[in-house]
């Protein structure tokens, strides 16, 4: 009996070990591997590293926090101590730790308190935490202290999509070609935390004006897509394309848009690769005021703050009256602060500028 009892220990060890080789192989820093899906995010990994020392190679793994799973608690125990116990196998090892604090919590989380610790937990083990935008260093303040976020936190700066999608055009039939309206598009998954009623509810505002809306991405559920659906209807002015939109229709969509809407959860969100995206395609925005566009000239766009839900509506209508009349007095006008902003990207957040600080880390953690 004890002789079956060790066995079991030792395949209990090994599946652990194991499985944590594993998850080290799969999040190796480089070469990478792409991640694209409308620009909602961005992994480290896809930068092209030039990085010209060799003591870390294979020595280092890189984490994004990610939603804590909607599992039963009988699973969703065993999967936080296999996961945890990974960061101290990496750890014992002496393998460096690179987090990538993405977002103040993981987007539409059942479990916002147990993905907080998560964050800080992460945080705390991490030898460095690379953050996408310059008001990270103060959001991260609810997880770490001044002193660790001097000592750990490094500014990357998201990355634009440059080279990322074909430049060609192609035929999307749903697309008006209204030329005397305004073109205001949404594109990405819809979801219940990019507030795409909001976007609707405004569309009905301005459905007598020379405005008309595109929402484009597959919805989160069927469910979703039907309520979705209705609003639109409501409003009368929008174009609801509600399936997965494929990288060569990416440059069209954008083409048609005069700006882009992106009314995002404060809550959540911190960094926003769907504003990147839309800046790489030389459009200027309405939108929540996160920490990616902070990092841009204010005057080239119109973003807006609120402090509740309630607000949000209001805030996010006088940021969008303010893109209609700026439209109405001259058409080119939004057009040229869309490509002031790329101009802008271009000098600060090109890919091969953003690798160069990630090669930085590099260093730091070789020495």
Same mark, same amino acid.
């Given at each position: 009996m004890k002789t079956l009892r060790k066995l079991f220990y030792v395949a209990c060890t090994m599946f652990f070990l194991a499985s944590c080789e594993e998850t080290y192989n799969d999040k190796l820093f480089w070469p990478g591997e792409l991640s694209q899906e409308y620009g909602s995010y961005i992994k480290p990994s896809?930068?092209?590293?030039?990085y010209s020392g060799e003591k870390l190679i294979g020595k280092t793994v890189n984490f994004q926090t990610e939603a804590v799973p909607d599992y039963p608690l &009988? #699973?969703?125990l065993p999967y936080l101590v296999r996961n945890i116990a990974r960061i101290y196998y990496f750890k014992a090892n002496h393998i460096k730790i690179i987090h990538t604090f993405h977002n103040m919590l993981p987007h539409d989380t059942k479990h916002p308190v147990l993905s907080s610790y998560i964050i800080k937990f992460m945080c705390n083990h991490?030898?460095?935490v690379a953050v996408l935008c310059d008001y990270s260093k103060t959001a991260l303040k609810l997880y770490m202290t001044d002193e660790d976020i001097a000592q750990k936190v490094r500014v990357v700066y998201h990355p634009t999509y440059?080279? +990322?999608y074909p430049t060609q055009e192609v035929n999307i039939p749903e697309l008006s070609n209204d030329s005397n309206k305004m073109h205001v598009l949404f594109v990405g998954n819809i979801r219940p935390y990019k507030n795409i009623e909001m976007i609707? #509810? +405004?569309? !009905?505002?301005y459905k007598e004006k020379d405005v008309e809306f595109t929402i484009a991405g597959k919805p989160i559920s069927e469910e979703y897509a039907t309520q979705i659906r209705k609003l639109g209807v409501k409003a009368g002015n929008v174009n609801l394309i509600s399936r997965f939109i494929k990288d060569e229709e990416m440059t069209s969509l954008y083409q048609w848009a005069d700006i882009v809407f992106l009314p995002l959860s404060e809550k959540s969100s911190l960094n926003s690769g769907s504003a990147m995206l839309s800046i790489t395609f030389k459009k200027?925005?309405?939108?929540?005021?996160v920490g990616t566009l902070m990092d841009f000239p204010q005057d080239s766009m119109f973003t807006y703050r609120y402090d509740n839900e309630e607000e949000h509506y209001q805030a996010a209508s006088v940021a969008f009256e303010r893109a209609f009349q700026t439209w109405q007095s001259n058409h080119s006008n939004l057009?040229?602060?869309? !490509?002031?902003?790329y101009?802008?990207?271009? #000098? #600060?957040?090109?890919? &091969? !500028?953003v690798a160069k600080r990630y090669g930085l880390i590099y260093s730091e953690l070789e020495n």
């Open positions: 896809t930068l092209d590293l030039t &009988p #699973k969703l991490a030898d460095r440059d080279g +990322i609707l #509810k +405004i569309a !009905e505002d200027t925005l309405v939108a929540t005021l057009r040229d602060m869309g !490509e002031q902003l101009l802008y990207a271009q #000098k #600060k957040f090109s890919l &091969p !500028e």
